[in-house]
């Protein structure tokens, strides 16, 4: 199993970024997915999760009206679109994958996670 995520980098505050996270070893639709992201100095932080279905998304407080996070099972793809970033956006984001047999689970808790992809910087500059 591997969970590739990619499209991090620096930008202004204010500006955006996508991250795609691509799985392979999986059927995508067979998994909830989830990103999170450390900061220096802090523990993994929950971000946005999707259900297996993409009908039910949860977003920590900090993100929501900012962040949207999708899934194109076809593409076996997951995606984070970051707006609006600010620099306590800064960290480095990981991709994480659920074997959820709920079809519209979509965990706030990292340990409902089994695959966890490398994780991909994001830096905000103010």
């Known amino acids: 199993v591997q969970l590739q995520a990619s499209g991090g980098g620096s930008v202004q505050a204010g500006g955006s970024l996508r991250l795609s996270c691509a799985a392979s070893?999986?059927?995508?639709?067979?998994?909830?997915m989830g990103w999170f992201r450390q900061a220096p100095g802090k523990g993994r932080e929950f971000v946005a999760a999707?259900?297996?279905?993409?009908?039910?998304?949860n977003y920590v407080d900090a993100v929501k009206g900012r962040f949207t996070i999708s899934r194109d099972n076809a593409k076996n793809t997951v995606y984070l679109q970051m707006n609006s970033l600010k620099s306590e956006d800064s960290a480095v984001y990981y991709c994480?994958?659920?074997?959820?047999?709920?079809?519209?689970?979509?965990?706030?808790?990292?340990?409902?996670?089994?695959?966890w992809g490398q994780g991909t910087q994001v830096t905000v500059s103010s």
């Open positions: 999707i259900s297996r279905t993409g009908d039910t998304r």
């Open positions: 070893g999986i059927t995508l639709r067979s998994y909830a």
């Open positions: 994480a994958a659920d074997r959820a047999y709920g079809f519209e689970t979509a965990s706030t808790s990292s340990t409902s996670y089994d695959h």
